[in-house]
């Protein structure tokens, strides 16, 4: 297969994207409002000797466009300036027939997560989540086959009535778009939303993310997600693999210079192919030593505690108290990584401390943890390199749903 075209709604710097190429897929479209993000979209998978092109799928536009996908609703965090778009006006953009569209993707953040510990339900016609309620709508414009939805854990298991009320509202809106001439029963889309971690597909990272598959017609009953190829700990029965772990995945990579310190690049060093990406935060002597004593007790800050070395945590973190908990946490080498955010090379916002080196991982290192391929180009600023990284759905995430996604394509 399998050709089937792909519009990406939120596509950041194109994890999702990516993952449907691998599996075979035409994206057609790709929307996101973050500037860094679409140029590292259009660097890596729109270029024209892109390595994708050896891939079974296709990119077939230039470049992202770059709109807010809010349609007007309120989205403090976009750009004023830029254009609230329709589905319509994204169709024109990319020169895309009404009803083209297989595959809507979509991974709106979830903006007022706040909000969801709120304990009143949601009033039925209208969400409180703009982005969630913009998304529905977008789909509503185009009604294809399938949605490939994603989200953070928490929509399912944030405070059960506040949870229960996002994805109500989600499903209920879904199970209630019909196209143009087909009845109730005809129409609406089935489905199936759980929360996957990525671990159990053979990712090198715990991630445990919302995924729904909605398919147009069809019964939930049947839809299911992929059962889990991997686990923590296989036996002969259940014919899973192990977890990969941080060091199977970036022991692979032989070029790379493992031993890297803090506040060195691999560009210019002898025996290496330059790797601008792989490169890791230049850290102050203090952390750094903090990092050796957290690596002498244990692994996290909390093992400094009644040891000589505690005054490392005090300044760390203002008390013991307030501590986050995992900060400065040193990675298992042994095991996957844990889940890799925005800040995801900054040692002080979680467990990102290199299993052997003291130093934050490197972006080279994140990505390749998110299982974006080695060949893939950051943005040279640090800040915008972590955010879209760990903003990413893991490529080969993406790959196995895309393949299981056909298995529903190829039933209607
Ligand atoms: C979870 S990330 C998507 C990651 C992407 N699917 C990937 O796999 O790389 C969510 C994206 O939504 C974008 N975003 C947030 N608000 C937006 C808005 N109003 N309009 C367009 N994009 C928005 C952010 O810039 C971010 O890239």
Redesign the pocket.
């Given at each position: 297969m399998s050709g089937q075209k792909v519009v990406?709604l939120?596509?950041?710097?194109?994890?999702?994207s990516l993952g449907f190429v691998k599996s075979g897929y035409e994206v057609v479209g790709a929307?996101?409002?973050?500037k860094k993000?679409v140029e590292t979209y259009k660097k890596n998978l729109c270029c024209a000797d892109s390595v994708v092109d050896e891939l079974p799928g296709d990119i077939s536009f230039d470049e992202p466009l770059r709109?807010?996908?809010?349609r007007g609703y309120e989205?403090k965090?976009?750009d004023d300036e830029l254009e609230a778009v329709t589905f319509d006006d994204i169709r024109s953009h990319f020169d895309i027939k009404p009803g083209e569209v297989d595959v809507i993707c979509g991974?709106?953040?979830c903006?007022n997560f706040s909000s969801l510990r709120d304990t009143e339900p949601w009033p039925e016609d209208k969400p409180k989540d703009n982005?969630l309620r913009a998304f529905v709508e977008f789909v509503e414009e185009e009604v294809p086959e399938v949605v490939f939805f994603?989200n953070v854990r928490n929509i399912m298991t944030a405070g059960e009535q506040a949870a229960s009320t996002y994805v109500d509202w989600l499903t209920r809106s879904m199970e209630s778009i019909t196209r143009e001439g087909d009845s109730d029963k005809e129409g609406g889309y089935g489905y199936s939303l759980e929360v996957l971690n990525a671990a159990d597909y053979g990712i090198p990272q715990k991630r445990n993310r919302t995924i729904g598959l909605f398919a147009y017609g069809m019964d939930s009953d049947d839809i299911a997600l992929p059962e889990p190829t991997h686990t923590e700990e296989p036996t002969p029965e259940s014919g899973l693999e192990s977890w990969v772990t941080v060091s199977n995945a970036l022991r692979n990579h032989e070029d790379l210079k493992h031993d890297l310190e803090s506040g060195e690049k691999q560009v210019g060093i002898q025996g290496y192919p330059d790797d601008p990406e792989h490169r890791a935060r230049r850290h102050q002597s203090r952390t750094i030593e903090r990092m050796k004593a957290i690596r002498r007790h244990g692994g996290s800050w909390r093992d400094l505690i009644d040891t000589d070395d505690e005054n490392y945590i005090v300044d760390a973190h203002d008390g013991l108290e307030r501590g986050a908990t995992s900060a400065y946490g040193i990675m298992n080498g042994e095991e996957p990584a844990p889940t890799l955010t925005t800040r995801c090379t900054t040692p002080s916002c979680g467990r990102f401390t290199h299993p052997e080196m003291n130093r934050g991982i490197t972006f080279r290192e994140a990505a390749l943890l998110m299982t974006f391929p080695r060949w893939f180009k950051l943005p040279s600023k640090n800040d915008a390199a972590e955010r879209?990284v760990g903003?990413?759905?893991p490529p080969e995430l993406v790959q196995v749903l895309a393949s299981h996604i056909e298995l529903l394509l190829s039933k209607e």
């Open positions: 990406d939120f596509c950041g710097a194109g994890g999702a929307v996101d409002a973050d993000a709109a807010d996908l809010s989205d965090g976009v991974c709106p953040p903006q982005l994603e879209v903003n990413a759905v």
